[in-house]
């Protein structure tokens, strides 16, 4: 896990930067000031509070779930299969396009919501494998994710190119999933054997992604003008006097915390699901 409290060794910002889009811009050379490393401490704080706190929620739902007879009677039922995949599918796709553009206290809502979605998935497979398979996987998702991101903040190398090929293969995974989920009802043998070779491909896709999704993080907090620069009237509703920039500011930070606590958060979420569906003993 990379250090929140990490400030590069030079003095200066250079390279490039992302947009929350995932859109590579040059990033402009900007002298470090104790002021601007106080605040890309703070936003990497953010991040990480946020991200375990989204990991805390889905843990608790989903085990309340699954002690409970309700968690049985949603997975009984195959249509509420189909209805959470999809709901958790819209909720992501709202979140990525709007976190840039509402308050923050509405992008952290959706987070949550995500993070509730999240624990049913959870819940299914607390039902479905043993507990001492849940936290072995558990845990040695916490040492890949932790290389992975701390590698993906510390490198020099531009991971833009396995940022770009994982989010095309991860929009190609995504259609084969839906694709092995009718499966599941009508061919059985075939979703086994499919479900089997996406695991390994999901895995390897979010692997990569933490690293770039990391690198990414690291040059927003260290650029967070990009992110008041998205959104013109939100800019201008501030204000040109002091106390108008420094809400701007403010709302900058705190749309690149939610919104990095979310990339972290898939990246562990569906590293964690995959480790376990490959290597976990069922019930």
């Given amino acids: 896990m990379t250090d929140p409290n990490y400030t590069p060794n030079s003095e200066q910002s250079t390279g490039y930067s992302y947009t929350p889009e995932g859109i590579a811009v040059p990033a402009a050379t900007v002298p470090l000031t104790a002021e601007r490393q106080a605040r890309f401490r703070g936003i990497m704080s953010r991040i990480f509070l946020w991200m375990f706190a989204g990991l805390l929620v889905s843990g608790i739902s989903g085990v309340l779930l699954a002690v409970t007879p309700l968690g049985r009677a949603v997975w009984s039922h195959p249509m509420s299969i189909i209805i959470l995949v999809v709901a958790q ?8 396009r709007m976190v840039a553009k509402v308050r923050p206290e509405i992008a952290i809502g959706l987070f949550f919501l995500y993070s509730m979605l999240t624990g049913v998935t959870i819940s299914a497979l607390l039902l479905t ?7 072995s996987a558990l845990f040695a998702t916490a040492v890949v994710f932790g290389v992975m991101a701390f590698w ?3 490198t ?5 190119a396995i940022g770009a ?3 095309m293969l991860l929009i190609g995974a995504l259609v084969m999933s839906l694709v092995n989920l009718a499966l599941f009802f009508i061919a059985p043998g075939v979703f086994t054997v499919l479900d089997a070779a996406l695991n390994y491909v999901i895995l390897a896709i979010f692997v990569g992604l933490t690293a770039y999704d990391m690198q990414k993080i690291r040059q927003l907090a260290m650029n967070p003008e990009l992110v008041e620069a998205l959104d013109p009237a939100a800019r201008a509703s501030y204000g ?3 106390e108008g920039q ?6 900058a930070d705190r749309t690149i915390a939610i919104h990095g606590a979310l990339m972290l958060y898939l990246d562990f979420i569906n590293i964690f699901i995959r480790i376990l569906a490959i290597f976990g003993r069922r019930r």
Avoid: H, P
Wanted: charged share 20%.
């Fill in 89 to 96: 599918l819209a909720t992501a796709l709202i979140f990525t």
């Fill in 129 to 135: 494998y043993e507990l001492s398979s849940v936290i």
């Fill in 152 to 154: 993906g903040a510390r």
């Fill in 156 to 160: 020099r190398r531009d991971l833009s």
């Fill in 165 to 167: 090929a994982g989010r």
């Fill in 240 to 242: 040109a006097a002091a």
């Fill in 246 to 251: 420094a809400a701007l500011a403010l709302r």
